[in-house]
């Protein structure tokens, strides 16, 4: 109570963690017979009596997010730039992807257009398949075009994209959004406009199941529906007119 009282409040997410590792430090030693009694950094039936809940007491955080509709024109935007970094940001968007996921994609993990990323690159651990539509493979082979030799789906020289390039991006268009926040524009848009279920945006997203049993009999990754989810969502983020138009005028 000493360690966690002054900072519970405060930093109610740096206390909670540190409880969790006090409470398998404490168990560890247990089992080591380092100690006998109840664990006293235990939670559940016995600091929950005395210290408020987490989730009563911490400010949820949102990601700063683009609202949909200006979505489109940002793409128009990052045509426009050409870059390594902004190919990475269109491509991310497009398929919904976590940053993460995209930096550290290696051209070996697309097949045909079906994009599988292994489970250790996976916020859920597991592996998920991204299937891509026609921008997003355009995309990937001027990535290839403009590093030939290298591995990764992005990168410079052979060496795969920061963290910080697709943010940098952003900044550089005087976007006030994160990159992780256009995950949340696409969920707005697909419950907003679209008739898919919620099974197949959740899955798009690569959210994981809380309820067990529903996990256990999700087997399926529902490809094909989820095509047609970001198919529709290639489509409306694409459907903006094209600045490459040059007027000549008679002499």
């Known amino acids: 109570m000493a360690i966690l009282t002054p900072i519970w409040t405060t930093r109610t997410e740096t206390a909670s963690r540190l409880r969790g590792r006090l409470e398998w430090i404490l168990a560890a030693a247990t089992t080591l017979r380092l100690r006998e009694g109840s664990n006293p950094a235990s939670w559940r039936g016995h600091l929950q009596t005395i210290l408020p809940a987490p989730k009563k007491i911490a400010k949820v955080k949102h990601f700063k997010a683009l609202p949909y509709p200006e979505i489109p024109e940002l793409l128009r935007k ?41 489970a250790a690159r996976m916020k859920a651990k597991k592996e998920h398949r991204v299937p891509l539509c026609s921008r997003a493979l355009e995309i990937l082979a001027i990535a290839r075009a403009m590093d030939p030799e290298s591995s990764y789906l992005f990168s410079r020289k052979g060496k795969p994209l920061s963290n910080m390039n697709m ?5 550089r268009l005087e976007v006030d959004a994160t990159v992780h926040g256009f995950r949340s524009g696409f969920r707005d848009w697909a419950s907003e406009e679209t008739s898919h279920s919620s099974e197949v945006i959740e899955m798009a997203l690569a959210h994981s199941i809380a309820n067990r ?19 529709d969502w290639e489509r409306y983020c694409l459907d903006r007119p094209l600045n490459n138009i040059v007027e000549f005028k008679a002499a």
Do not use: H, Q
Request: aromatic fraction near 6%.
């Open 78 to 118: 990052l045509n426009d730039l050409c870059s390594i970094g902004a190919l990475a940001l269109e491509f991310t968007i497009l398929n919904a992807s976590r940053s993460g996921e995209v930096f550290g994609g290696l051209r070996s993990e697309v097949n045909g257009d079906i994009w599988t990323i292994p």
């Open 167 to 171: 943010a940098m991006v952003l900044r």
């Open 213 to 231: 049993v529903e996990a256990a009999y999700r087997r399926r990754d529902l490809l094909e529906k989820r095509r047609a989810l970001l198919l």
